[in-house]
């Protein structure tokens, strides 16, 4: 049976939030992001992009490109749980569907054709959605996430496409190969060395030629340019908390040891959060002594994914906590109270240089492994690491305790 694929949007989703809570803000330009000189643009209206305002930009760059926006410090908090009333509203009625970020879902409505008709079908909870909320929402249809992706990017603002069967081509082939998923500054600057410029020029070459110029890579980019995508709607699993704990195989009382394990664990979890575009307000840590009593202290803070704001907090914990003078048999951490959010709105305040160094280190990890990238302190910790996103939509893995 030929797939059916829903890609939803919601629209500039900050800056449809930040309008839905004052009006007054309605078709001005408007910034959400870094209030600061040394910011970063985490979102922008449609009429800041006009003046070549896109997220991701300093902030003292996008003031002087449209000096009349207006500036709002953005609140991870809000968005999330407005991102929560739409995930409700999308599982009351689709049965298999997956949250991707914040503001993006997919849903498979394959088969619907047969009982209800799946465009209809979408459309309607687009206006259920839209009627509930007031946010401006978008959607894609087709037969694949890639292409459902690329139709709701050419549908927005707040509108809907639909691609039929067999003319996914067609209709990816006038494109710009930036609007391919996966093709980022550097690869559209090597496509455009090529000459190459339209998806359909992609289209009409060998797939071996995408491999010798950028590796597996090209294949994948060659596949998507041409409609082809068999990636799966994971079902959706939201997560409460991501923990990790230490068992040792002899009992310890070398606070050294114990702080750099610490610091490698709280390390590795941030990686998680930021991977997974995710915040957390709660931390705790978690101590078992050779005489099997276990003790824990929790902390709350302000939403945050960043390793040199929640090692010391961590630490801080510690220190409170261990003072039996036992010899320790386990040590743990746990991240709660989480929310949705990318790194970029818990870094407000942060400077661009220190963006840049996360992710690096995080793109670094992501290529090489999760321990590939680690603080002195913590190379000791040689266990620790997860080898999947605890945030991919399935539901988290019980592993029994490593050993350290």
């Known amino acids: 049976m030929d797939k059916t694929i829903l890609h939803i949007d919601l629209d500039t989703f900050y800056v449809s939030v930040e309008r839905l809570i004052n009006r007054e803000l309605q078709n001005r330009p408007l910034l959400v992001g870094g209030t600061g000189d040394r910011g970063v643009v985490a979102a922008c209206s449609y009429e800041t992009r006009g003046f070549g305002v896109h997220s991701g930009m ?10 009349e ?16 009333v739409v995930t409700e509203i999308i599982k009351e009625r689709v049965p298999l569907f997956e949250k991707s970020s914040i503001d993006e879902f997919y849903a498979d409505l394959t088969g619907m054709d047969r009982f209800f008709g799946s465009y209809k079908y979408a459309t309607e909870l687009r206006e259920k959605i839209i009627k509930e909320t007031g ?4 959607f894609g249809l087709s037969a694949n996430k890639v292409v459902s992706k690329v139709a709701t990017n ?10 039929d069967y067999g003319l996914e081509k067609p209709f990816l082939a006038p494109l710009s190969i930036k609007k391919i998923p996966m093709v980022g500054d550097k690869t559209y600057q090597t496509l455009r060395n090529l000459g190459l410029r339209q998806v359909r020029t992609v289209q009409e070459m060998p797939v071996d030629v995408m491999q010798r110029v950028l590796g597996k890579h090209g294949e994948v980019i060659w596949k998507r340019a041409n409609g082809i995508d068999h990636t799966p709607v994971v079902p959706f699993c939201e997560r409460k908390s991501i923990s990790t704990e230490r068992t040792f195989t002899k009992d310890t009382i070398d606070v050294v040891r ?24 709660c931390i705790a840590v978690k ?9 824990s202290k929790q902390m709350r803070i302000p939403y945050t994914s960043a390793d040199h704001i929640l090692i010391p907090k961590i630490l801080e914990l510690f220190k409170k906590l261990y003072n039996r003078r036992l010899l320790v048999r ?3 951490i746990r991240f ?3 929310v949705g959010g990318n790194y970029q709105i818990d870094l407000f305040d942060d400077t661009e240089e220190a963006l840049n160094l996360y992710q690096a280190m995080d793109n670094i990890r992501k290529r090489y492994g999760d321990k590939s990238v680690l603080r002195a302190s913590g190379l000791g910790a040689k266990t620790i690491g997860r080898m999947q996103n605890p945030f991919n939509g399935q539901p988290p893995v019980v592993l029994a305790h490593r050993k350290q």
């Open 135 to 138: 946010l401006p929402i978008s």
């Open 69 to 84: 926006a207006t500036v709002i410090r953005g609140n991870a908090g809000t968005y999330s749980k407005h991102s929560d």
């Open 336 to 338: 709660s109270h989480l």
């Open 58 to 67: 300093p902030m003292k760059m996008a003031r002087e490109l449209c000096p």
């Open 287 to 295: 101590i078992r002594y050779s005489d099997f009593n276990s003790y």
């Open 258 to 281: 114990l702080r750099g394990i610490l610091i490698a664990m709280t390390e590795n979890l941030a990686y998680q959060l930021r991977r997974g575009e995710k915040l957390t307000a």
């Open 154 to 163: 050419e549908a927005k603002p707040n509108n809907q496409l639909k691609i």
């Open 330 to 332: 386990l040590v743990g």
